[in-house]
């Protein structure tokens, strides 16, 4: 059985509907100018959800490394790591319209042009519409940690998903997770070094690479003594 059969029957449902949703779409707000920047944006930068996997070349107009983000947030860090890193090509994906709204503020005030966004299901997206081996990398930073243990089935980064980012990932291609909870940490690391084809790139977590910029809120929560751990996997060459 495949990541994908796994993930399509993990939780009794048909395909789109067969697994644990890792969010709650909520009734937020939506200021003016996140909804305008949605409506002007969407159709420049946003791909719209399809069964059937992205021609990534034709999309960005080009060949290079390319890096999925999951969970944009408000946008701001994804759209760093884009303006900093002009020779790879970025995929975040995010549900909220905020979020949305705010990241493509962000790639239309500076000017990226590495950057796409889709607004849909993380697992969806990532098993419908990304190609076996399509990815040099993924960042999943600061996914809901679900914190009451009647609440932990909803977490992200569970074995069917990590096996299917996995399997998008090509040789040599990284998985980074990062959170801000002690106890996702360890089912983090757990989950992930159960997986056959990723190892390790250090003894357990390790720093926070350059790559990622430290956020406002982690860097209150830092000072404020709250951990943050980061796990950076690589795709061993195995099948």
Request: aromatic share 8%.
């Amino acid at each position: 059985m495949s990541a994908d059969d796994d993930l399509e029957t993990a939780d009794g449902g048909a395909p789109g509907h067969g697994h644990i949703r890792s969010y709650v779409l909520r009734q937020g707000r939506v200021s003016d100018a996140q909804r305008r920047f949605h409506e002007q944006g969407m159709p420049r930068w946003g791909i719209p959800y399809q069964a059937a996997p992205l021609d990534l070349d034709a999309v960005f107009g080009r060949r290079a490394h390319r890096i999925l983000e999951i969970g944009c947030g408000m946008g701001e860090t994804t759209a760093t790591i884009a303006e900093l890193h002009p020779s790879n090509d970025y995929l975040g994906i995010e549900v909220h319209t905020p979020g949305v709204g705010s990241l493509l503020k962000e790639i239309s005030t500076r000017g990226i042009t590495n950057l796409r966004v889709v607004q849909h299901d993380a697992v969806e997206v990532v098993r419908d519409m990304i190609a076996p081996g399509a990815l040099s990398g993924i960042h999943v930073f600061f996914p809901d940690p679900w914190p009451k243990k009647r609440q932990q089935k909803r977490r992200l980064i569970q074995p069917a998903f990590v096996a299917l980012l996995a399997e998008r990932l090509a040789p040599s291609g990284y998985l980074h997770c990062a959170t801000d909870w002690e106890d996702y940490a360890h089912q983090m690391l757990d989950v992930l070094a159960a997986e056959p084809r990723l190892q390790n790139m250090a003894n357990g977590f390790t720093p926070r690479p350059p790559y990622r910029p430290q956020t406002k809120f982690e860097s209150r929560g830092l000072k404020l003594g709250h951990g943050v751990w980061d796990l950076v996997f690589r795709r061993s060459s195995m099948r």
